[in-house]
């Protein structure tokens, strides 16, 4: 790629919800990322299928996006078998199931008021923006 992509994740920020949901704490729904391509001009927007990776720092410093949690979706491969051969290892069901997801595992109110959303699709683009958590 001669040019740099330029996108944006677009994200629902909600309150945490469930049985495990703790006060002041929220997650994060990734529902797909749109991207500029400088080749042709024109913007695309994928929903999570055409996404092979996310993740997100729940406490961004503006200095550095420290992976805090991770995860793996897609629908053109199979992400659970493409990650078992990455790794060379097996990888239990039940932990997968909390990696492939579209909506993040709950997290605290970040102290520096912000998150940062990183993601990466099949192709290998990869976006990052940062967002206020009030």
Avoid at 19 to 26: G, L
Avoid at 58 to 63: G, L, M, R
Avoid at 74 to 79: E, F, Q
Avoid at 110 to 116: C, F, L, T, V
């Amino acid at each position: 790629n001669l040019f740099v992509i330029f996108g944006e994740p677009d994200i629902e920020i909600r309150p945490a919800s469930g049985t495990n949901a703790a006060q002041d704490h929220f997650e994060v729904e990734i529902k797909g990322v749109d991207v500029f391509h400088p080749q042709t001009g024109e913007i695309r927007s994928n929903g999570p299928d055409e996404i092979a990776c996310w993740f997100l720092d729940t406490d961004y410093n503006e200095e550095s996006f420290f992976v805090r949690h991770a995860y793996f979706l897609g629908a053109t491969n199979d992400p659970y078998k493409s990650l078992k051969t990455s790794l060379k290892a097996e990888i239990h069901e039940d932990a997968w199931a909390t990696l492939n997801r579209a909506t993040s595992r709950p997290f605290p109110r970040p102290k520096s008021g912000r998150i940062a959303v990183k993601v990466i699709d099949h192709l290998g683009d990869e976006v990052m923006k940062v967002f206020r958590v009030g």
